[in-house]
C-alpha cells in the first residue's frame, strides 16, 4: 500500500487539492489520486515545494495559522449572532418595529402568512375545497416568506449530513424546527459551533428519525422545496393576477417600500443573504457526501442560491454519508 504522504528524515510531503490529475509523479514513481487523498475528488493533486518537500516546522506553523484562522472566524460568527439578534428584534432602528413594540397587525400578518404556508390552503381554495379560507395577501409578501421558508426545508439534509455536526451537542431536530421559524437566529450559532474541534473520546451520534428520514429522502426534499422556491418567485411577480396587484414594475415598487417599512421582510432578506453565504460553505466542506461522477457539477453549482442545495441533494450519495458517520 503507497502511503499517503512521502517522509525523509524531516520532511514530508503534503497533499492537497489544486489541479485537475488522475495521478501524480513523484521521482518517478506515480501516485493515485485516491490513495493521495481521502476525499472523493477528481481534482488531487500534490505541492511541491523545496524539490517536492515541505519541512515539518513549516506543516506545524501552518497548522496553527489554520487554527488562527478557525478562531477568527468563530469570533465573527458570534459576533454576527450578536449583531441578527441586536438589530433584527431588539433595536428599533432597523425598518419597523422590533419585537417589544410588535403591532397586532404585524402579527396578523404573520399568522396570515403561515395559513398560506407554501401554498398549499390558496391550492385547496383553487379547487373547491374549503376547509378554511385563504388569507388573500400581497402575493409579494407571500413569495417572500415561502421562498425563505422553502430555503430553510432544504437545509435540513445538508445539516444532517454536516459531517461536523457532533460538534453541536443539542438536538439536530430542534435547531431545523427552530431555523424554520427564527431561521438564522439559530443557524448561524450552529456554523459556530460546528468548527470546534472533536472530542477524543466522543462517539458520533446517531441519527434521530427525522434525520434518517431527512437524509434518504434527500432527493424528495430537494425536489418539493425547488419546487415551492420556484413557485414562490413566479408568484410574487404574477400570483393573483385578478386581484389588483399591479404589473411587475409595481410590485417591485412595493417589495422595495415592504422591504423597507416592515421588519418581517426585512429580517428575511437578511436570512436570503446569509443562506447564501452558508449554503456553498456548508455544501464546499461535504463534498464526500457526493456521488462521485456528480462532484464536479455539485462544486460548481453550489454557489447557486437554493439550485446549488437542491443539485447537493439529488447526488448525495447515502451510503457514503453512512460511512462517514460511523468513521
Known amino acids: ?14 497533499p492537497f487539492f489544486a489541479t485537475s490529475m488522475s495521478c501524480v509523479q513523484f521521482r518517478g514513481k506515480y501516485f493515485n489520486n485516491k490513495i493521495i487523498s481521502r476525499k472523493k475528488c477528481s481534482y488531487v493533486g500534490l505541492q511541491l515545494r523545496r524539490e517536492g518537500v515541505l519541512c515539518r516546522a513549516q506543516k506545524n506553523t501552518e497548522q496553527l495559522s489554520e487554527g488562527q484562522k478557525k478562531q477568527i472566524l468563530q469570533v465573527a460568527l458570534w459576533a454576527s449572532e450578536g449583531a441578527y439578534i441586536l438589530w433584527l428584534f431588539l433595536l428599533p432602528y432597523a425598518p419597523g418595529d422590533p419585537v417589544w413594540a410588535i403591532k397586532m397587525d404585524t402579527v396578523n400578518d404573520l399568522v396570515d402568512l ?4 407554501f401554498f398549499i390552503l390558496p391550492f385547496l381554495n383553487s379547487v373547491g375545497i374549503r376547509l378554511i ?15 425563505v421558508i422553502g430555503w ?3 437545509f435540513a439534509p445538508l445539516l444532517f449530513t454536516d459531517y461536523r455536526r457532533d460538534r453541536y451537542k443539542g438536538s ?3 435547531l431545523w424546527g427552530f431555523q424554520m421559524f427564527l431561521t438564522n437566529a439559530f443557524l448561524i450559532p450552529y456554523m459556530a459551533i460546528r468548527l470546534n474541534d472533536k472530542d477524543v473520546d466522543n462517539s458520533c451520534n446517531k441519527l434521530s428519525k427525522l434525520g434518517t428520514v431527512m437524509t434518504s429522502g434527500a432527493p424528495v426534499v430537494g425536489l418539493i422545496g425547488g419546487v415551492i ?4 418567485a413566479l408568484w410574487a411577480f404574477f400570483g393573483r393576477g385578478d386581484g389588483g396587484f399591479g404589473s411587475v414594475p409595481d410590485r417591485l415598487e412595493f417589495f422595495a417600500n415592504y422591504v423597507g417599512s ?5 429580517a428575511f432578506l437578511w436570512d436570503v443573504c446569509l443562506y447564501a453565504i452558508f449554503q456553498p460553505w456548508l455544501i464546499g466542506d461535504n463534498m464526500q457526501n457526493v456521488k462521485e461522477q456528480k462532484v464536479q457539477i455539485v462544486s460548481n ?5 437554493v439550485v446549488g442545495l437542491v443539485v447537493y441533494l439529488l447526488n448525495l450519495n447515502y451510503a457514503g454519508v453512512e460511512r462517514d458517520r460511523e468513521n
Open 1 to 14: 500500500m503507497v502511503p499517503t504522504s512521502l517522509s525523509c528524515s524531516s520532511c514530508v510531503v503534503k
Open 114 to 117: 403561515s395559513l398560506n404556508f
Open 133 to 147: 379560507d385563504s388569507p388573500v395577501l400581497h402575493p409579494v409578501s407571500e413569495g417572500l416568506f415561502n421562498f
Open 152 to 154: 430553510t426545508f432544504v
Open 172 to 174: 439536530l431536530d430542534v
Open 229 to 232: 422556491c420556484l413557485i414562490s
Open 262 to 266: 416592515e421588519r418581517l421582510a426585512y
Open 301 to 305: 453549482l453550489r454557489f447557486i442560491p
